[in-house]
């Protein structure tokens, strides 16, 4: 199995990864640990010079990471042809379950180097790098959940033999099944729908609110809000939105919205819910460092720039995601 | 904004102004992209012509083993089938490989004959009624997929002429005319398994959509070939079994491997997923050995990177001097690794565009398309694929990348003062 041109990008580019995490947490614990502001020794000047080489390289994990999470979806979907009974990735991804935990532990490694692309782009702007100890702390946790994540990852591919006989997200995404998937597909239809709608409305208000008063309550409501919204619109997704998308009581995938058939309506949805909660949690994340004197006014201004992003992307999922249950003949109305 | 456009802008200047140095790594660059675009270019047209021929294939043929070998199958074989429910209609095929000394080529020999087929919708089988209820009459005849089947061989273009109706007639793939400088109303001798010439009178040459399909094929009739192979008149080569429901595929395969425990009944998907990797496989060992040249490449890019020439070192320093920050400088090396990854991999794609669909794939056809003495004419269908793209970014522009940052670091750390006074 790991003779797939995707898988072997995969695997390339996860090693490549790892070894940019490994060199950066490395320079990071040196940083980390003789780190002076004041200091204007030899020492702290190739300090300073060498957090310029550690944001770079995690810039640019931050960009493969993306990459990643695409190209592996996008793999799994193309190697559901070998397995019997597999018919998207949902299918490759249950021929061996770990599939499940990478891109579980992908999502992870993928938010957490946005937080901290973001905690690098505010200590940039300020003066006297009030960040950098927090930042080199927070690398020592990224590194290992991209090993991990690489570690799984091999452990899927290596694992996959074509003889298995798996399910597909028809059986998954069942109503009568047990387990996780299954419940979310049979969770019932109108409160869900009720639950979704209510929950952005409610995440919008808050939004609007922490922009018009500079209150750090509604900041972390926003961020605790904006990770409901993560869940709950995931759980609508595969509930009720994919439904209408394929115009189909029954068929509750949450990958096959990905493909060409459904005009690739997956990616856009997907982009912006992920974006546009990143950006509604950040803000939230960053608002404790707001008492050190020289961020507040950084992250105040930082802070009302990804609220309003924020807002603009969740609307444009709630937009895109609702078309199809306001615009297609398809109606759930007998279920 | 306007700062990273002129930031652009200037890395565009600085990257002309070196156009040779630069240009020796697009090349390079180019080169490997197009060595892996082509690979898989290639081996994607490749499956979609072989996946096209095997939609149209039966969903179940079944073939006797004998000592671990393919043996021929008694035509008694098929009543025992014709009992399990939900079974379709059951074809004997008569074909086999006839190597002509002359040529030095391989033929593929079918013989054609309906009256062997069993129909399960006809009236004297109406005790074995299928246990769901299925479409009847045209519809359901419809369904029966089966490249060898004579339905199916109407279906192909003919480019002229008609099918073998009598003995010692025969149609012939275009390959097979050629070679052979014989066409329609021409003649074509085989020799027997006795080593008697047996002529043949060419009543159509065909001419399918997919050369693949029938390049090197003769058909003839059925007793023909029992007579040409030296084969019982109770014998097929194997017998292709038609099922109603796709699901029920894999349990009347089992089904028949207990009542006929000497068959081996092969299932279409199976089929279908051996092609899938092994074409995945074959792309994906020729890859594997490219990742030697991208290594190479890789360092190459490193080196090139890291070899500052003083007038480079100069200039950075220079705009340093002027006002530029370490991150400004890091934006400059960011773009220009940008702008020589996307002109490579746009060059490399067409290069790898014009081989494979215009020149035939004349370098890597031999090892991916496997082996066989008359080859059908090459006429890959174009397609390109997102995910292709994507697959040769992740493979080439992130090695080179990361190859590239530590030197771009050290070049935008650089002090000011040292270079510009050394």
């Not at chain 1, 050190?292 to 009302?304: C, D, G, M, P, Y």
């Not at chain 2, 652009?8 to 660059?29: D, G, H, M, P, Q």
Request: hydrophobic share 50%; glycine share 6%; net charge positive.
């Amino acid at each position: 199995m790991m003779l797939h041109p995707g898988v072997l990008s995969l695997i390339t580019g996860s090693l490549i990864v790892i070894v940019m995490m490994i060199y950066a947490s490395v320079l990071g614990v040196k940083i980390f640990r003789k780190w002076n502001v004041n200091s204007s020794s030899a020492e702290q000047l190739s300090l300073e010079r060498k957090t310029y080489l550690v944001s770079t390289i995690i810039n640019y994990v931050f960009g493969f990471v993306i990459l990643s999470v695409f190209l592996f979806i996008y793999t799994a979907d193309d190697i559901h042809r070998l397995f019997m009974g597999a018919m998207c990735a949902t299918g490759s991804l249950n021929a061996n379950p770990v599939g499940w935990k990478v891109l579980y532990t992908k999502m992870v490694v993928f938010f957490m180097s946005a937080v901290w692309v973001a905690f690098n782009c505010i200590d940039q702007r300020s003066e006297d790098y009030p960040l950098t100890k927090t930042k080199y702390k927070m690398l020592l946790f990224i590194a290992p959940v991209a090993i991990l994540d690489a570690y799984l990852q091999m452990k899927y591919f290596l694992g996959l033999k074509p003889n298995i006989i798996t399910s597909c997200c028809g059986a998954l995404f069942s109503e009568g099944g047990t387990g996780v998937a299954s419940s979310l597909s049979s969770l019932p239809l109108k409160p869900m729908v009720i639950i979704f709608y209510g929950i952005i409305g409610m995440f919008l208000l808050n939004a609007f609110i922490s922009l018009r008063f500079q209150n750090s309550i509604s900041k972390y409501a926003l961020a605790m809000l904006a990770l409901i919204v993560f869940f709950v619109s995931i759980a609508s997704i595969i509930s009720f939105i994919s439904l209408y998308v394929y115009e189909l009581p029954t068929h509750h995938c949450p990958f096959d919205i990905l493909h060409k058939d459904y005009y690739f309506i997956g990616y856009p949805i997907y982009i912006t819910l992920f974006s546009g909660v990143f950006f509604g949690m950040i803000t939230g994340i960053l608002e404790p460092f707001k008492k050190r004197l020289s961020l507040n006014t950084i992250i105040e201004r930082a802070q009302k720039k990804w609220t309003v992003l924020s807002i603009l992307l969740i609307l444009i999922f709630v937009v895109i995601s609702s078309w199809h249950i306001l615009f297609s003949s398809f109606t759930l109305k007998g279920y | 904004m306007e700062k990273h456009k002129k930031i652009l802008e200037y890395t565009l200047s600085s990257l002309l102004r070196r156009r040779y140095k630069n240009l020796a790594i697009i090349t390079v660059f180019s080169f490997i992209v197009a060595a892996l675009y082509s690979i898989l270019f290639l081996t994607h047209s490749l499956k979609k012509e072989a996946l096209t021929v095997l939609k149209e294939a039966p969903e179940l043929i079944v073939q006797k083993v004998s000592g671990g070998r393919h043996d021929l199958i008694p035509t008694d074989y098929m009543k025992r089938i014709q009992e399990i429910y939900g079974v379709g209609r059951i074809i004997p095929r008569y074909w086999g490989y006839y190597y002509d000394a002359i040529t030095d080529s391989n033929y593929t020999l079918m013989g054609i004959n309906g009256t062997h087929v069993l129909h399960s919708n006809s009236k004297d089988n109406e005790n074995y009624p299928s246990p769901i209820p299925l479409p009847q009459g045209e519809g359901a005849r419809g369904r029966v997929k089966d490249v060898f089947s004579d339905e199916n061989i109407k279906g192909l273009k003919l480019l002229n002429g008609r099918m073998p109706s009598n003995r010692k007639e025969c149609a012939i793939g275009k390959g097979v005319s050629d070679v052979r400088f014989t066409g329609i109303d021409g003649e074509i001798f085989l020799i027997d398994s006795k080593g008697k010439v047996l002529t043949f009178h060419v009543v159509g040459v065909f001419a399918s959509e997919s050369a693949i399909l029938t390049n090197d094929l003769i058909v003839i009739n059925k007793d023909d070939i029992l007579e040409l192979f030296g084969m019982p008149s109770d014998r097929a080569t194997d017998i292709a079994v038609e099922v109603y429901n796709e699901l029920e595929i894999p349990f009347v395969a089992s089904k028949i491997r207990e009542i006929l425990p000497d068959t081996r009944p092969i299932m279409k998907g199976e089929i279908i997923r051996t092609y899938e990797t092994l074409f995945n496989w074959r792309s994906g060992v020729i890859f594997t050995m490219f990742l030697g040249a991208l290594l190479a490449f890789c360092i190459l890019a490193w080196d090139k990177a890291t070899g500052l020439s003083a007038e480079e070192r100069q200039e950075i320093g220079i705009l340093k001097a002027i006002g530029w920050e370490t991150g400004d400088v890091l934006e400059l090396k960011f773009w220009e690794g940008i702008v020589i990854s996307f002109t490579s991999i746009l060059t490399g794609m067409i290069i790898a565009y014009i081989h494979i669909f215009f020149l035939g794939a004349s370098l890597f056809a031999p090892v991916l398309r496997g082996w066989s003495v008359l080859f059908p004419p090459f006429r890959l269908i174009p397609y390109v694929d997102l995910y292709q793209v994507f697959v040769v970014l992740f493979l080439t522009v992130i090695p080179y990348v990361a190859s590239t940052i530590i030197p771009s670091w050290k070049a935008a750390i650089t002090d000011p003062d040292t270079v510009m006074r050394g």
